[in-house]
């Protein structure tokens, strides 16, 4: 299954650990995790803590069992995290596959991941949202913020609206990789 929520990404790797360290070593309640993690992190939202326990959930970092969520063992590598987005978080393999294709002539924008995934943007999400295509925009740029954080991807320029460009980064897509 791979999950929707992508939260902001840190400015290193290393940027994960508090938000993680809320989640306790014992199981909680979703409730009692996301107030944890809004007490000890600079998250203000429950939505936004939540968006976070199913990040770090899809990054193997927390997992969610019968009692609530808890912190497991593993360690914050980035090939973990690289294996996360790819195995586990939604419309990530479309993004590095376009990564994949792109040049530094020609790079990807966040508007082409959200072009490319556009029509599979859940039901629910469009009509629950009025301004989805705006909130899936901002969640694909975010998706290849996280990608950049892990060397998957790598910005290299900005457009004449001040939007980004990417392309594949050291750790990113070599072909005939499978995603």
Known sequence: ?????????????????????????????TDDCCARLCDR???????????????????????????GFKRTDADLTPEGVRRGLRERV?????????????????????ADVFAATRDRVPRHDRARDPDWET???????????WLTLVDLAERVTADADGDAGYVAGDAGYVAGDAY
């Open 1 to 29: 299954m791979r999950l929707k929520p992508v939260p902001e990404p840190p400015d290193t790797l290393a940027g994960i650990t508090p938000y993680r360290d809320a989640v306790p070593l014992v199981p909680g309640r």
């Open 41 to 67: 992190t600079d998250l203000d939202t429950r939505q936004v803590a939540n968006d976070w326990l199913a990040f770090l959930d899809a990054l193997e970092l927390v997992e969610s069992t019968p009692r």
């Open 90 to 110: 939604l419309f990530a393999p479309e993004a590095l596959a376009l990564l994949g294709e792109a040049t530094r002539e020609d790079p990807v924008t966040a």
């Open 135 to 145: 909130s899936w925009l901002e969640r694909a740029e975010r998706l290849l913020g």
